[in-house]
């Protein structure tokens, strides 16, 4: 059994995690820490999560800690991820972050965006970027992952094999997102109470949001050439899911059967994605709860533009879920260890 | 492996026990009905049910499917029910029954409720009400089970052990009900468009819902005497669960402790119910598609009124998911097979 | 033009205020106060009451306030509003409350429910409870009104006219509530965050919620006995809207017919409450921004129960609306006049 | 007083109309058709709508109802629009359509988009398109509206100042939009049942809905060039709302002052357009129920690209609103007359 800690557990990837751990044979929670609930049981806080019994939040002692487990899960905001990674990655622990500090592999490119120093460089050299799709390989051998934003994640899966078989234009990439409220975090904020959020939908961070440098480097790192693009986030009154919608103009001449081909050779293999057929578009709500990446591509040809459309779950695919793929392939155990529930439709 | 066909498997309870089903290690789903989906294969019309690959939908011709499975769930409409278990229990295939058509031991009364005669008396004396914690015994034996509806689930969940410790006068019973919309079904209705439901809350068939009868056969069976209450559903605009409040005076001089304990007790050895602590009530959001039935208990002095709030998901507890139950149960599978997953929060 | 000051305007029933008497032809607002947004343009924090152009929110200071207008409302939270109230009402102002502080007419239940001592009798002494179907005429001469909680108008509305006609037997009555979130406040909350609220459904308070007190002051000022109820809210997930589900024994032979017709009758010429046909319940929805209650009303004979279904917005019919009717009441002003909005459906 | 009928009139958009006609002071509703209602009282089947007593749905019947109004509004199906708007137009009533059938000036564009033949040329030669910010003058005098799609509204609002400041590349257009589902109309369809949209999100109808022809008609006619978009519709799981996000790049230097005071300028006049503030974006519901747009732009210096959010109620601003606007506009009603209400937040 793999002892696994959670910093951080009380918020919504917290959560999460546990729910999703809790179906995982080869896995056991040692320790959960959370400084609003220390003292308090899981089960109280969180009456789904019975299954924990007598489980009890603690608070963030790192030394208390770094002995009861094998792997840390860290859900600590951005910045104070920071030392607690480096903590334990230097002590030989395996890490998972799902803050952004250790994404951004340029340390000047973090600082500008986050406005906050990066004062553990020899760990970010170490940290591999944890999209599976993408780096399977390195994840396989890292000590220290940098679990991807959700935005992230939905753009880079939907432009990932448009990027790589060349047949868009890099120059004028449009990446329109929209998340779930849950993607906000779990905290007292009159901004994501009821009453603000539901029957109401607004973009937000137009131009400067944090996720926009993230995707820029990965697309850049496909491509081979730096791209920029606009990314705009809106908050959908929902719980969980985000849907990308993202335009690019084509560089030649090509069909909506060849688009389609080249998507679904892409991810042929991949257990946790699936291209839909031909005038098929993802809906938030089909991928509900797992760990899935939904993806529909439509050739414009009146335009020469082509359109792509992506769904994922913000807390699964785009946190906990993927997290945990993460923890399976560093640790041998079968990629889809427990991620393989289906969606919760309705 | 247990071989199962779902007779009716497009509508909401049908891809609910093919969701629940895909994670269950004992069986394998041999065939799925469905008219107005026949022909079509099931990841098409649910793309979240990827994992069903090739598998189709097909008319619901019993002579062709009647060899093809050992246990066959029917998720038929009212009267429509009838038949289609008769022929699959007359020819020795276990049936578990979601329709309404066996739960009514008295067919007077089912007539009366339901406007139909019941043409099949004799499988309706073999029959077996289907609530696991109150007729585990007889479930394991039975070869036809009818499956509660899922008012009755929380209603009769919420009761039992008051009435069976006496500490309540059963002469006024309220029984305050309100269900998500998938309860509803799967079909095109204005009365339950989105911009109908949506904002909205309302009261329905107020003094004559037909699940009335079925409480009442119910607490009368484990009071041992007849007794007759007001049932009063409403309609949530969300996707899933039902709280009913409850309201009954208590005929005896008792304390907040006392009434928990009596609770606590009843379900100590249950799976799938949780009897929360003083002062603590459900909320559906805690039991959203898991199969856990939670329950918080109110002695208001003040009133001498015992007030007793219970809440599932409709679709799991209170349909598909005890289906399942009922099933592991008659088959010998450890009850909670595929049925462990915590609820989805948020 | 009357001129009108509302202390507390930064909050769902002080905005709620802002947009019902922008369409009001006789009065001028001439202050607003808020803490949190004192010196912020109206129009600023709240882009929907762009109408209000330049008009500032100030903090609330007494002294400074009291010259500016001829009618108060306030908007402040219980306990802090005694004061208030008792100064403008000592300077010859008129006063609307929305406050609890004034409605307990009896401040030994006030200080029980509340936990606060009453310091200003001589105010409450002189306080009317702003029912407009109860106390027209009195609220007529008022100069100080305790403008009713939500929930007490859904529950005094639907039970007045069964009890001043004496079909009921009030010795168990039960009222159970939902209510939507906008009745929680403006606030920046965990507990009614978009996340922990939606797609759940929860009941809270039960048997010490406040406005039990307040329901049974008012039942039993009617029917000139004490009564004691059973009060039961919930939180319903959406915006606006409170309906009430109210049983109670019937306490001689009657029918459908007489019931439906002591209602028609009692609400004849009442210009906001509809009593609906027979067979008919209300929805939330169609009273959503309109100061209607809609009332339906059922004899269950098999159980000798009428069951009475009430339906308000929480806001208007249940807070400012009334207000406004009250205010135009005092004032001379049309009853009607700037309430006349039909609802927004959907 | 105007004489005016609906025909079509239990739609989301007809029960709009009434709903805000019922505030008008110089209109009296003199017919109501439906189908699906004929016989039935308005106040029977919209009880929200009780002002309007005993009016009744009537079939539609035009010989009979030619006569009986100064002014029809058509909110009937496209293509059964054509006729019906040809017949009142042709006895000199004043019509205006909320159809698709008389927006696009060329009919062979009409045929290609709508698979319709076009039968009315003449009618459709005096038509005009109902964007008071647009064509003002010519509604003036105009007999025949064509009234704007709720999709058009949002998209030629949002581009227009900066269509005609000459600031932005037209090559590269993207309108991504999402709409609230009564833009589906009221029926009963699977597709927009309840637990089928809830929780969900989705873009549909991707590079060929019909609206994009209308939007591309308008924005050419502004460029006096040919303009070529991608629109994308999306379906939000609210009631009412659009929030369409507008891309463009730049074609020459500017700055965020001066784009911003381009809007500001281009609307200064117009009483239902709101441009916000540098850094503040509309969310749909400061609009809900109201006829304003809301629009906030932002230059995105780092990719030279202006984003642009408008934001309308679909049912006011994007149909039933602007309707009366232009109804007012026509008749020499004061143009606000009947819309002023605020928006109904939350």
Redesign the interface.
Same mark, same amino acid.
């Given at each position: 059994m793999l002892k696994v800690a959670i910093c951080g557990a009380s918020g919504?990837t917290g959560?999460e995690l546990?729910?999703i751990l809790?179906?995982h044979p080869g896995v056991r929670i040692t320790a959960v820490t959370s400084e609003r609930s220390a003292g308090k049981k899981v089960s109280?806080v969180?009456?789904?999560?019975?299954?924990y019994g007598g489980l009890k939040f603690q608070p963030m002692d790192r030394d208390a800690l770094v002995d009861k487990a094998d792997l840390f899960f860290l859900a600590l905001p951005h910045g104070a991820s920071q030392e607690a990674v480096s903590y334990f990655f230097s002590r030989k622990k395996l890490v998972i972050d799902l803050s952004a500090d250790f994404r951004l592999s340029d340390e000047k490119v973090y600082e500008k965006w986050y406005g906050l120093e990066h004062k553990f460089i020899p760990a970010l050299r170490k940290a591999v970027y944890g999209l599976p799709e993408l780096y399977r390989a390195r994840i396989k051998k890292a000590k220290l992952i940098a679990n991807p934003g959700c935005y992230p994640t939905s753009a880079i899966l939907g432009l990932m094999p448009a990027l790589r078989s060349g047949i868009i234009d890099t120059s004028?990439i449009?990446v329109?997102s929209?998340s779930g409220?849950?993607g906000a975090g779990?905290? $007292?904020?009159?901004a994501?109470?009821?009453?603000?959020?539901?029957? %109401?939908?607004?973009?937000?961070g137009? &131009?400067n949001h944090r996720h926009t440098p993230e995707i820029e480097q990965e697309l850049s790192g496909i491509h081979g050439k730096n791209i920029?693009?606009?990314f705009?986030p809106?908050l959908?009154?929902?719980?969980?899911?985000i849907?990308t919608?993202i335009?690019a103009?084509v560089s030649k001449k090509t069909s909506q059967e060849e688009v389609g081909g080249i998507y679904q050779k892409a991810y042929k293999k991949e257990p946790f994605v699936?291209v839909? $057929?031909a005038g098929?578009?993802?809906?938030?709500?089909?991928?509900? %709860?797992?760990n899935?990446c939904?993806i &529909?591509v439509?050739l414009?040809e009146?335009?020469s533009?082509l359109?792509i459309?992506s769904?994922i779950d913000n807390l699964v695919k785009g946190a906990s879920g993927q997290a945990i793929h993460n923890m399976n392939i560093m640790t041998g155990f079968r990629e889809t260890e427990g991620l393989?529930?289906?969606?919760?439709?309705?």
């Open positions: 919504y959560i546990l729910r809790a179906g109280d969180f009456p789904h999560l019975s299954v004028n449009i329109d929209k409220v849950t779990r905290k $007292a904020d009159l994501v109470s009821f009453c603000e959020v539901n029957e %109401g939908f607004k973009a937000y137009i &131009g920029t693009v606009n705009t809106h959908l009154p929902v719980d969980r899911g849907l919608t335009y103009r699936r839909l $057929a098929v578009y993802p809906n938030i709500n089909n991928v509900r %709860g797992s899935f939904d &529909g439509k414009v009146r335009t533009t359109i459309v769904a393989q529930n289906m969606a919760l439709f309705p």
